[in-house]
């Protein structure tokens, strides 16, 4: 059956751009740029305007963080069948359903915040409906770059800055908004983001695209996902790695670094930090657009090297602006192994399976970043807050170590742009 799948993916071709498109900036790539771009600022400012316009409104911590699992876990429960389904039915469908479903829900809640919480259930459904929608958005977020651009590693850094930009100035905007007492106005220009990313899709031109084969079920698409995804020794090799650091060095990392910098330095310094990574990743980026070495995973992992510097920083009581530093140069690697990583998904994976592999590849490691997340509080109570982090500067060396020793990883070869 494996077998079968990926002779089909490479004997039937699946869509592509045309030959005379430019290599990235294509009218498809145009359209999915800035459908991305409104999604991707969508989501950003969800977060801070939901918690912000809770404890504005009276309501306490407790409920700000029911808020928040009510919008993740659908996400990290769901992103498998969102993977399934946008095999199934084509991808650019499912992020239009997506899209539809978030301008619903948040057109919904711009009314609550607007009128006024009555009941907080209606709050957590319609979180559940954000959350949902974007587990059956992201599997197909990743698979529409080859299909929209013939450079894409390059469209890949474009998006990573876009979504860096966005990660920077989403958050900001929700908070001058909320500020004003304007939560509802938020949730109002979300839906707005979500209905030019409906439309922009729908404008897309694409050839056909592979499907499984028609009869199979849900539950067997998804096992043939899976063999696909465990065939690949490079692939279930990244995502194993970085199970351990989301656990031990990335999730508990924001919480662990707020609890020191604020107390110390203040919470403007702490946002002046974290604003140096937002940089950082967009200048990781747009290095990526023109960077293409030969392994491109390699090169990836030599770049997340950076990523023990801000930890290991915090724990020798650097001054703010090297702390900084450190978390531009943190950025930059994270920027640079975000595309490598994503372009070597898109590009050696068959288009039949694409959708359901990258489901597992998000669900295997972005899945595991709550868990790492909840346990730093307890980790600090139990061994203190420069232990945790200590092992957190460990464990981000010998996860950028593995990935460099690991051959299926180090050896994988960039596949050659689209002529």
């Not at 509802?184 to 220009?189: L, R, T």
């Not at 199970?243 to 919470?267: C, K, N, R």
């Not at 597992?360 to 203190?384: D, Q, R, W």
């Not at 945790?388 to 690991?406: D, K, N, R, W």
Request: aromatic share 10%.
């Amino acid at each position: 059956m494996e077998e079968r799948l990926i002779d089909r993916a490479v004997t039937e071709p699946a869509a592509q751009p045309p030959a005379g498109d430019p290599a990235i900036w294509s009218r498809n790539f145009r359209y999915y740029f800035t459908a991305r771009s409104a999604g991707l600022l969508s989501w950003a400012m969800l977060p801070v305007a939901v918690s912000a316009g809770l404890l504005a409104g009276g309501y306490g911590l407790d409920t700000a963080g029911y808020a928040m699992a009510f919008l993740v876990a659908p996400f990290a429960g769901l992103v498998l069948f969102g993977g399934v389904l946008a095999d199934r039915f084509t991808a650019r469908r499912m992020m239009i359903l997506a899209d539809l479903a978030n301008l619903t829900a948040h057109l919904l809640l711009a009314l609550l915040f607007i009128h006024g919480i009555d009941h907080l259930w209606q709050l957590y459904a319609l979180l559940v409906v954000a959350g949902t929608a974007n587990a059956l958005f992201q599997p197909g977020a990743s698979s529409t770059v080859p299909l929209v651009s013939r450079d894409v590693q390059g469209a890949n850094g474009v998006l990573r800055t876009s979504e860096a930009i966005t990660g920077l100035g989403g958050p900001a905007l929700a908070g001058v908004l909320v500020g004003f007492g304007s939560t509802g106005w938020v949730m109002v220009i979300s839906a707005v983001a979500y209905a030019t990313s409906a439309v922009c899709l729908f404008a897309l031109r694409l050839g056909r695209i592979p499907a499984p084969p028609a009869g199979e079920s849900l539950w067997h698409n998804l096992a043939v996902g899976w063999r696909e995804f465990r065939s690949r020794s490079w692939l279930w090799g990244v995502i194993l790695i970085w199970m351990f650091y989301a656990v031990l060095s990335w999730g508990p990392q924001l919480s662990v670094a707020a609890g020191v910098i604020v107390p110390e330095h203040g919470a403007s310094a702490f946002g002046l930090i974290n604003a140096a990574l937002g940089a950082g990743t967009i200048a990781g980026g747009l290095l990526a657009i023109r960077y293409k070495p030969e392994r491109p995973l390699a090169a990836g992992a030599a770049a997340m090297l950076a990523f023990p510097l801000y930890p290991l920083g915090i724990v020798l009581g650097w001054p703010v602006w090297l702390l900084a530093a450190a978390q531009v140069a943190v950025g930059i690697g994270i920027g640079v192994w975000g595309v490598m990583w994503a372009t070597s998904v898109q590009t050696q994976v068959p288009g039949e399976v694409l959708n359901r592999v990258h489901a597992y590849e998000v669900a295997g490691s972005v899945g595991m970043y709550p868990i790492g997340s909840s346990l730093a509080g307890p980790a600090v109570n139990a061994f203190g807050t420069d232990s945790v982090l200590l092992v957190g500067v460990v464990v981000a060396f010998l996860t950028a170590s593995a990935l460099l020793l690991t051959r299926p990883i180090r050896t994988l070869r960039r596949v050659p742009d689209r002529a």
